[in-house]
């Protein structure tokens, strides 16, 4: 059963996006988890952002800014540049985060960051604590790193990082595609399972037989060989392999009953089993 709480922001997970303001000589930025995509075509988008940011000032005067799209590899500067404001403290020697200049607006873009949507203003409203950006994408650029051989971007090996009620994390494994519910899916669902099955990575690892180092998600993942037990070589098998069983009981065998022991048939028609004595040849 559900308990009733009053109003909260308890939609989850976000992504931490890190939201550039300024230009190139004088740069800022700062996290918000409160930003979404409100239309496809045109592309609109928001960011909400509380009057007393820097960020706020800066966005009001240039009506431009950048969503970055960050990485869990950049977790800690993501943090950092969303609890120091940028008014007094320079936010990039402090993080190690680093500006490059945008496509089609002067507020440049987070290098680190796989993603980047530049955005123009079209509209500020307030709700209460928060001004809310309206805006339209006008630009998106992405590293060409997660651009596959087809064009398409293939961001799993990013590790974007999500926030969900004040803590950060990775994403999880990849479940299913788009649409993947209503097509064929029987299997599909059995791909996914076989794919990512627990039993599955330890199958892979013993045929294997050796340490494992794979990246998932843009985390590196190794697993130990002595997490799993596993037969030593010396170890003899707990049934007779079919090959040598066949020859177990292969003529020879047969061949050896038979010639070593011979009947003789006696008066009372019962039969005495005697030593076979071989030919002299
Ligand atoms: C994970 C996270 C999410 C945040 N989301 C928002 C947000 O959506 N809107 C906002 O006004 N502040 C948000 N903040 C706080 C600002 O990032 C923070 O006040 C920052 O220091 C403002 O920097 P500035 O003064 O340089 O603009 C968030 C902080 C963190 C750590």
Redesign the pocket.
């Known amino acids: 059963m559900k308990k009733t709480w009053n109003p909260g922001t308890m939609l989850s997970p976000l992504p931490?996006a890190l939201?550039t303001?300024g230009d190139m000589n004088t740069p800022?930025?700062?996290?918000?988890?409160?930003?979404g995509i409100i239309c496809s075509d045109p592309v609109i988008t928001y960011?909400?952002?509380?009057p007393?940011?820097?960020?706020?000032?800066?966005i009001s005067k240039t009506k431009e800014f950048v969503i970055n799209v960050p990485t869990w590899k950049i977790a800690s500067a993501?943090?950092t540049?969303?609890?120091?404001?940028?008014?007094n403290?320079n936010?990039f020697t402090s993080t190690g985060l680093t500006v490059e200049p945008s496509s089609k607006i002067s507020t440049p873009q987070i290098k680190e960051c796989p993603i980047s949507m530049e955005c123009k203003v079209l509209e500020i409203r307030n709700f209460g604590t928060?001004d809310m950006f309206l805006a339209e994408v006008i630009s998106v650029n992405v590293d060409e790193e997660f651009i596959d051989a087809n064009g398409a971007l293939d961001l799993e090996k990013a590790g974007l990082l999500a926030?969900a009620h004040?803590f950060?994390y990775t994403l999880g494994r990849k479940i299913g595609k788009f649409g993947f519910s209503v097509e064929k899916k029987n299997k599909i669902l059995e791909i996914s399972s076989q794919k990512f099955s627990k039993e599955n990575s330890i199958k892979k690892f013993q045929k294997n037989n050796k340490e494992e180092t794979f990246v998932e998600n843009g985390v590196e993942v190794i697993v130990k060989k002595n997490k799993f037990t596993q037969k030593k070589s010396s170890e003899k098998p707990t049934f007779f392999p079919k090959k040598e069983h066949k020859k177990f009981a292969s003529k020879e065998n047969k061949k050896t009953s038979y010639s070593e022991t011979s009947y003789k048939k006696k008066s009372d028609g019962s039969f005495k089993k005697k030593p076979y004595l071989k030919k002299e040849k």
């Open positions: 931490p939201i303001s800022n930025v700062m996290t918000a988890a409160w930003t960011v909400s952002i509380r007393s940011r820097y960020t706020h000032e800066l993501v943090d540049v969303g609890v120091k404001t940028g008014r403290f936010k928060h926030y004040g950060y």
